[in-house]
């Protein structure tokens, strides 16, 4: 017969059983009573999942009704995720761990429950690369442990683009990743918000790409500064601003211009989708002050401008914003020999320019100085008429000759050729000295290259047309002396001013291997004139002729003295 106290422990009425019921179980025992019940759904066996009812709640005790004898109790704080939301009434799922405990009672656990069904949901429903969503419970070794209905790893590694300084600062957050492995038979799950925030970047660069467009504006915010321009973040992708197409006027730094974190509207000027570069412009939000600059600026015109930069070869003025031209070094002053801008020009001084020449194309200018005032040069011709005697300072000396201060900024030259008429001078420092006062001829004066020529020997007459051929002839014996020494032989001084070159090969019948080997620096010398060559002005001397050596065989006139005369 039926035990219906069994049936109640079962959690049937036997009120309510009805004729059914009673027929059903009436000729069955308690074991086959369970085992019909367990065949119609209801399994009793420990890890079992059963439905049940709250019952009651007492502190933090939950009681479940899950169709046994006894109740099953679970902790409010440790079983559900938001206890107070728990209200009696409330079905819930749970595992049977155990029918009866040494103390009598029904073990059963909700949060077991959750995990053993969110883990086959999870394996059923989801699959390696998938998204999930989930909140992040707490910090592990290596990472963070997530719940998305069961817990999963998250590799520090794997929590962000860059690693973030504390992982910590996720927990509590509900975060969007995906997941990299599930591993069934340790049931483990490793998931990955990296992975994901990388993909979602990607698609978003992509359709970013796809319709971005040249020549459009763009609103974006300022991300970084460098010294060549600045990156501006259009929507999660930076384009460069460069220095140069920040404004139409100078720009010494990109942080004079923008700041860090200032939403800023830009043109766009060239797209690389292949390598993801973006060529941003702020300048060309506006004209071009360039696009007229050749019918505002017009040679001759005069102009007040601001130096705005100083380099070698000359300084550049600012004219307006935008638009600055240069002025050469060689077009600051008529006059003055200027080594350096900053000699005469400083950074933010305002200076009085004249337009040369306007260049839209290149965006060039080319300003003058020294063209507003009067060019001393276009008077100097009238002032120092070709034979005007003045007296200069020697201010610079070179290899070719020498130059003389006339007036203040105004230098003649005076070339190696016309210091003397007689001499044999290989530099002028032979002569002349840096600050030496000597008096000089004007020879001309060229206005279109600014110089003026000057000589020395012109002060007196030429001595080879009268006063040297009357005075010396071949044949003669003359004493002089010795001025100076070279490989090919010596020149020898017969008058103040006039020289003489006594060959190697005529100093000595025997061969002579150097001509010091005969005679020394300021010797007295008795020599013989062999030829005086009045168009090339050279006299040719000979030692062993005066000395009673054979005298050589004529020289005709039309031939060249090899050695003595060329040497000269």
């Not at 003058?368 to 040069?377: A, D």
Request: aromatic letters at 4%; hydrophobic letters at 40%; glycine letters at 10%.
């Amino acid at each position: 017969m039926v035990n219906f106290a069994l049936l109640k422990d079962l959690g049937l009425d036997e009120q309510n059983a009805g004729k059914e019921v009673r027929e059903t179980f009436k000729d069955l025992d308690e074991n086959q009573v369970g085992e019909l019940l367990q065949s119609r759904g209801k399994d009793f066996t420990n890890g079992a999942m059963l439905k049940g009812k709250v019952v009651n709640i007492r502190g933090d005790d939950v009681v479940v009704e899950i169709g046994l004898k006894s109740e099953g109790t679970l902790s409010l704080s440790r079983e559900f995720d938001e206890p107070g939301d728990v209200e009696v009434g409330d079905e819930v799922v749970v595992l049977l761990e155990q029918v009866e405990s040494d103390q009598g009672l029904i073990q059963i656990s909700k949060r077991k429950a959750d995990r053993i069904r969110g883990w086959e949901t999870i394996v059923t429903t989801k699959k390696e690369g998938d998204p999930i969503s989930g909140k992040v419970t707490r910090k592990i070794k290596g990472g963070l442990l997530v719940d998305i209905g069961v817990p999963v790893f998250l590799p520090a590694s794997q929590v962000d683009i860059r690693r973030p300084a504390d992982i910590g600062e996720f927990i509590g957050r509900v975060i969007d990743a995906e997941i990299l492995k599930i591993d069934q038979e340790r049931r483990n799950i490793v998931i990955s918000r990296r992975k994901l925030l990388e993909r979602q970047r990607g698609e978003a660069k992509q359709k970013f790409f796809d319709d971005l467009k040249v020549g459009e504006l763009r609103k974006g915010v300022v991300k970084n500064i460098a010294d060549f321009g600045a990156f501006v973040d259009l929507g999660g992708v930076d384009g460069l601003l460069h220095i140069t197409d920040l404004s139409w006027g100078r720009v010494n730094h990109p942080g004079d211009v923008v700041k860090v974190d200032q939403e800023i509207e830009v043109l766009v000027l060239r797209v690389d989708r292949a390598r993801e570069k973006i060529a941003l412009g702020l300048k060309q939000k506006q004209p071009s002050p360039w696009e007229q600059v050749d019918q505002k600026y017009l040679p001759g015109m005069r102009l007040k401008g601001t130096v705005t930069t100083i380099m070698a070869y000359g300084a550049f003025v600012k004219l307006e914003d935008g638009v600055e031209g240069l002025v050469h070094i060689s077009e600051m002053s008529w006059t003055k020999r200027i080594n350096h801008p900053g000699e005469v020009l400083s950074v933010g001084e305002e200076v009085e320019v004249v337009v040369l020449e306007v260049n839209a194309a290149k965006q060039e200018i080319s300003l003058g100085i020294k063209q507003t005032e009067l060019n001393p040069w276009t008077v100097l011709a009238e002032k120092y008429p070709n034979g005007t005697v003045i007296t200069g300072t020697v201010c610079n000396i070179t290899n070719y000759g020498a130059f003389i201060e006339i007036e203040e900024g105004i230098d003649g030259m005076l070339h190696i050729s016309d210091i003397t008429w007689t001499r044999k001078i290989t530099h002028p420092a032979e002569i002349l000295h840096k600050g030496d006062q000597v008096r000089c001829v004007v020879l001309g004066v060229d206005r279109e290259k600014n110089r003026v020529s000057l000589g020395i020997k012109q002060l007196t007459e030429d001595p080879w047309l009268h006063a040297i051929p009357t005075n010396y002839h071949p044949g003669m014996i003359v004493k002089g002396k010795v001025t100076k020494i070279t490989n090919f032989g010596v020149f020898v001084e017969l008058e103040p001013g006039l020289e003489g070159l006594l060959h190697i090969s005529e100093l000595s019948d025997q061969k002579v291997a150097a001509p010091q080997d005969v005679v020394k620096i300021d010797d007295e010398v008795e020599v013989k004139i062999l030829r005086v060559d009045l168009e090339n002005r050279k006299i040719g001397l000979s030692l062993k002729r005066a000395q009673g050596g054979s005298d050589p065989e004529p020289i005709p006139p039309a031939k060249k003295y090899r050695g003595g005369l060329e040497g000269s």
